[in-house]
C-alpha cells in the first residue's frame, strides 16, 4: 500500500452515462497525477496539480473529461457521456514537488 | 518523436541472467527518471530512481543515466521469474513537473 487511495477499483457502466473516480493522495504530497492505462500501453499522461491549481490538461483529453482538486487535497475524474473508447484503468499518482510519484491501485471503467 | 520512448518488447532472459532495458527520452532538459514495475492488472510500483548522470545501483537493480544521449537504462541481474513484469520509463519534464511514461518493455525471465 502506497498510501494513495483511488475510488471506486471497477466501474461498469453504460455508454452515456457520466462517471466520477476519486483519489485521496499521501497528505503531504503537493503534486497529483491523472493517467489512463489501456492494455500494452504505458500510462498517458491527462492532467495534473499543483496544490489545487490545475497546471497541465493533455491536447488528447476531450472535454467530456474533466478534473479537480478543491482544497488541494483529494482530487475527482469526472467523464461525461462515456463512450465505448473510454474504458481504460484510470490511474492516480501523487508525489512532492519533483520526488518519486506513488501510484494508487487505479481504477478499472468497463464501458458496455 | 515520441517524448519517451522504450522497446516494448517482450525481452525474454533465462533465470539468472542480466536483463538491460532501454529508455531514451526527447527533453534535454530533463532531470530525474523513474524505474516502474507493473504485473498484469496492477499499478505500477516505483522501482529506482536517478538523477545524476551514471550508475546508481540498488540490490539487484542498477539504473543508468546520459543525459548527453538522452539515455536511461535499468539492469537486472540475478534475474528471478518474479521478475517477470512490464517495466515502465519515466521522465519528468523541465517545463512544469509534468511526468512522461513511455510504453513499456515486457521482460520474461524462463526458469
Known amino acids: 500500500d502506497t498510501g494513495v487511495s483511488q475510488d471506486p477499483r471497477h466501474k461498469i457502466t453504460k455508454r452515456g452515462q457520466n462517471v466520477t473516480f476519486r483519489c485521496d493522495p499521501i497528505?503531504?504530497?503537493?503534486?497529483l497525477y491523472w493517467y489512463r492505462q489501456t492494455l500494452g500501453q504505458g500510462p498517458e499522461f491527462l492532467t495534473y496539480f499543483q496544490n489545487e491549481a490545475q497546471l497541465e490538461k493533455s491536447r488528447l483529453l476531450s472535454d467530456r473529461f474533466s478534473a479537480e482538486r478543491p482544497k488541494g487535497s483529494f482530487s475527482t475524474l469526472e467523464i461525461q457521456r462515456t463512450e465505448q473508447g473510454d474504458s481504460a484503468m484510470y490511474l492516480c499518482?501523487?508525489?512532492?514537488?519533483?520526488?518519486?510519484?506513488?501510484f494508487g491501485q487505479g481504477t478499472r471503467l468497463t464501458v458496455v | 518523436q515520441k517524448e519517451v520512448e522504450q522497446n516494448s518488447g517482450p525481452l525474454s532472459v533465462p533465470e539468472g541472467a542480466i536483463a538491460s532495458l532501454n529508455c531514451t527520452y526527447s527533453d534535454r532538459g530533463s532531470q530525474s527518471f523513474f524505474w516502474y514495475r507493473q504485473y498484469s492488472g496492477k499499478s505500477p510500483e516505483l522501482i529506482m530512481f536517478i538523477y545524476s548522470n551514471g550508475d546508481k545501483e540498488d540490490g539487484r537493480f542498477t539504473a543508468q543515466l546520459n543525459k548527453a544521449s538522452q539515455y536511461v537504462s535499468l539492469l537486472i541481474r540475478d534475474s528471478q521469474p518474479s521478475d517477470s513484469a512490464t517495466y515502465l520509463c519515466?521522465?519528468?519534464?523541465?517545463?512544469?513537473?509534468?511526468?512522461?511514461f513511455g510504453q513499456g518493455t515486457e521482460l520474461s525471465v524462463k526458469p
Open positions: 497528505s503531504e504530497h503537493n503534486r
Open positions: 499518482a501523487t508525489r512532492r514537488a519533483n520526488t518519486e510519484a506513488f
Open positions: 519515466a521522465v519528468n519534464m523541465i517545463e512544469g513537473g509534468k511526468l512522461i
